[in-house]
């Protein structure tokens, strides 16, 4: 198994191009299955997600083909990618394709919408809570579904296709807005999704929908509204900036110092994060296409934070703010409200000699003067990718095992790194 290799203590200067968002990529591709026309995807990152996601959809029936490169792209310019579902040859999604990521269930939504039927195993993904999919399939019982679970897949049907209706959720979800979205655009009649996710990966895959023909008011605000149509068509759609990606660099920065431009992205994704960077000392500013972050001699000041739906502080980038507190001059309380098992940092951090107390859904970090490096290992993709930001402050060699976490969602990172001047290696083996 590869491991990463980092001598810690350069700070990070120069510029790092940020790749297209996975979170907002993976549903794009899904939504190729609402239609039997082409739809083009650009600024697709290259990533084991995408990869997994688009042997699933092949083994549904979806044609799948990469772009060549065009002048002056260079290899982290994102791919551009056609995904044609003409002609599905099977409904089911297997466990051995779908057990290794969390969005590959959402494939059950346009299966259905468009086929009237879907055998879909229940998803993995990150280890980070009992992630239920009860509520998915609560929206979709809403939209006429009628679902079993059969041998750990979920086998959903419908006789003359689904029709519109209320979907409340009693909390937010991210997957569960994504399905309520793609089920009820090919529903006969009207949907209202009633606290709906904000997250702008949502707005993304609406602004797609609506290029290929859905009708759809509202995504981005805690209710829309669905006018289902007969058919989508296909259309070309870029996906947008990565705002974890933007958020873990301007974290990595902000505790090793330096000045780096991140490239390709947008502060109005991760404005929470950003102001939270700003307290904490680091320099934030924004520049044409992208961000600035600075931090030169001041010290790290210790913030306290909780982890919201957007547009509150992600749950994405609570482990990578935990390294950067563990460097900060005085005690700060991190709260996470989204998963309730997303602290398999902790222990790892504490290898490096951080100090962290758990307290059920509460972090307390003391900061400490240094970190110093060590073997370590960690057991889901953001957790991975603070445990690189850890190693890139201590002093010494840090060793992070289980890299294939980091390839799901991170691309390019010992490049993007390195090039800023981190001391950064993948050791193959
Ligand atoms: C591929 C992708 O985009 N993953 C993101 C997505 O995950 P994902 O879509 O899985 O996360 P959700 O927003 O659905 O989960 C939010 C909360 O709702 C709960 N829940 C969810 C569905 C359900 O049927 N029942 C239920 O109880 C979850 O356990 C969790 O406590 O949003 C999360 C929250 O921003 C991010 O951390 C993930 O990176
Ligand atoms: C938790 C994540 O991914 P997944 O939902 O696929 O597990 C993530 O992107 O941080």
Partial sequence: MDRIHITGGAPLNGVIPISGAKNAALPLMIASLMTGETLELVNVPRLADIAS??????????DHMVVGKRPGQTTETGQTIRLTASNIIDTTAPYDLVSTMRASFWVIAPLLARFGEARVSLPGGCAIGTRPVDLLIMAMEALGAQIEIDGGYVVAK????????????????VGGTHVALMGAALAHGTTVIENAAREPEVVDLAE??????????????????????????????????????????????????????LENTRAD???????????????VTTVPDGIRIRRNGAGIAAV?????????FP??????????????????????????????????????????RLEGDLAIVEGVERLKG??????????S???????????GETQINRVYHLDRGFEALEAKLGRCGAQIQRVRS
Wanted: some cysteine; hydrophobic content about 45%.
């Fill in 53 to 62: 996601l688009s042997r699933i959809l092949g083994n549904h029936g979806v």
């Fill in 269 to 283: 994704l991760l404005h929470a994060a950003l102001d939270v960077l700003a307290t904490t000392g680091a320099e």
């Fill in 208 to 261: 797609c929908l609506i290029k290929m023909g859905a009708r759809i008011e509202g995504a981005g605000t805690p209710r829309i509204a669905v006018e289902g149509v007969s058919r989508l068509h296909g259309a070309r759609h870029e996906v947008l900036p990565d705002r974890i990606e933007t958020g873990t660099y301007a974290m990595a920065v902000a505790m090793t110092g330096g000045d780096v431009t």
């Fill in 374 to 383: 060590a073997p370590v290992m960690a057991t889901d993709l953001r957790a």
């Fill in 158 to 173: 419908t006789r003359n296709g689904l029709r519109g209706g209320d979907i409340r959720f009693p909390k937010v979800t």
């Fill in 315 to 356: 749950t994405d980038l609570q482990a990578q703010f935990m390294a950067l507190m563990t460097l900060a001059q005085g005690r700060s309380q991190i709260r996470e409200t989204i998963f309730e098992n997303r602290f398999m940092h902790v222990q790892e951090l504490a290898r490096l000699g951080a100090k962290i």
């Fill in 304 to 312: 306290d934070v909780t982890t919201d739906p957007f547009p509150g």
């Fill in 385 to 395: 990718v603070s445990l690189v930001i850890a190693g890139l402050a201590a002093e």
